[in-house]
């Protein structure tokens, strides 16, 4: 197998092109509004190239673009160059997934060493990641924490697209985040499914109760998204019993070993995997397959990743054995997409079939 002979990385910052207002401080630049971290790196093995894309959401993760360029520049490269694919990917779990932090910049050398990989062994991403099981995709459409006739008119615009599952960001304002909720439940057919991401603005059991005790039972409602600050994980189980309403975790599961505590105790009834916090594809498949042998459903959500990050995690979604209604991506967000093709805004996708992640960079390195 042919030695990887160059590592190349670029740090960018992009824009969002839509208004997404969430619980947290986001980062803005004047005249350019909120602001995305991604790395991309590119690999050269003989004639191969592969590609990767690593994001941060700095509220999560604490990282940026340059943070993760500088990583992959000065500490990750060192590691692979020189070695074939495979001991690459050797290389990669035994030394860079025990580096501490940095996990954008973690799965992007991961996401580019296995697009070399398919192309090398001519098979799509997906077969290297586990056993196809499924064809098709369901996407949900996320809105963001936006007044209530705002939030009710996308909303109608994502059901006339033929969205079956939305999503609506909740901002931490109790009162204002039921109006919100309210109004889009009223524009919701009745076989829709609306999830809430409270991005753990709701903190604690007793604030969070005085959004679900007025949600209570409502089948429409699919999920809540991490209602409770991260660190108080027993408050998830004890808001799902009490008021009936399914709980899904996020900022609260990084790792691997944290899914398993959370499995092991009951503790949810969904994960939102984001490999964006996890570093690694094969870590996302490997949170999913323990979620599944405890029945427990898994929702993929890409942190604002491009076409190319999108794609691979659709071949990590089709290999997942139990999903939510829907997984939650969208490059359309964004301002600037460089991956070609370009994934289209639809309720349904499907994982493209070439070789590795089926996706390449028009950018200058």
């Known amino acids: 197998m042919e030695k990887i002979t160059e590592l ?10 839509i208004d997404f207002p969430t619980s947290y401080n986001h980062s803005f630049r004047e005249g350019q509004g909120r602001i995305t971290h991604h790395v991309f790196v590119r690999l050269n093995a003989g004639e191969l190239t592969g590609y990767g894309e690593g994001t941060e959401l700095t ?17 990750f490269a060192e590691v ?25 910049a973690k799965l992007g050398v991961e996401m580019a060493l296995y697009d070399l990989l398919g192309k090398a062994r ?39 697209a033929g969205f079956h599952t939305l999503k609506l960001k909740a901002n931490g304002d109790v009162p204002k ?25 709701w903190e604690s059991f007793r604030r969070a109760g005085e959004a679900l005790r007025e ?21 998830m189980r004890k808001l799902s019993d009490r008021y009936g309403i399914p709980i899904f975790a996020d900022e609260s599961i990084h790792t691997p070993q944290e899914a398993m505590r959370m499995l092991q105790e009951d503790l949810v009834d969904g994960i939102c995997i984001k490999v964006a916090k996890c570093g690694s594809l094969a870590d996302g498949k490997l949170i999913a397959d ?33 999903l939510s209604s829907a997984i939650d991506m969208g490059p359309w967000k964004l301002k600037e997409d460089f991956s070609r093709p370009r994934l289209q805004r639809a309720p349904i996708l499907t994982v493209p079939e070439a070789h590795g992640i089926g996706a390449e960079l028009e950018i200058k390195f």
């Not at 997934?97 to 954008?104: E, F, V």
Request: proline fraction near 6%; aromatic fraction near 4%.
């Open 8 to 17: 190349k990385v670029c740090g960018r910052e992009i824009s969002l092109s």
């Open 290 to 322: 323990m979620a599944a042998l405890h029945g427990v459903p898994i929702t993929p959500v890409c942190a604002f990743a491009t076409s190319l990050g999108a794609m691979a995690e659709l071949h990590m979604t089709t290999t997942i054995p139990l």
């Open 215 to 235: 949600l209570a039972w409502n089948h429409r409602i699919e999920y809540i998204e991490q209602p409770v600050r991260r660190e108080r994980i027993t408050d």
């Open 122 to 160: 001519g098979v799509p991403l997906y077969e290297l990641l586990g056993r196809r099981m499924r064809d098709e995709i369901p996407l949900c459409h996320a809105i963001g924490a936006l007044s209530p006739a705002r939030a009710a008119e996308q909303a109608q615009d994502a059901i006339k």
């Open 80 to 104: 692979i160059l020189g070695c074939t694919i495979g001991d690459a990917l050797r290389a990669f779990r035994e030394i860079i997934m025990r580096h501490p932090h940095n996990p954008g």
């Open 177 to 201: 985040d039921l109006e919100r909720i309210n109004t889009v439940l009223e524009v919701m057919p009745p076989d829709g499914r609306l999830r809430v991401d409270a991005n753990q603005g």
């Open 59 to 75: 509220m999560f993760t604490g990282g940026t673009s340059r943070t993760m360029e500088e990583i992959i520049r000065e500490h």
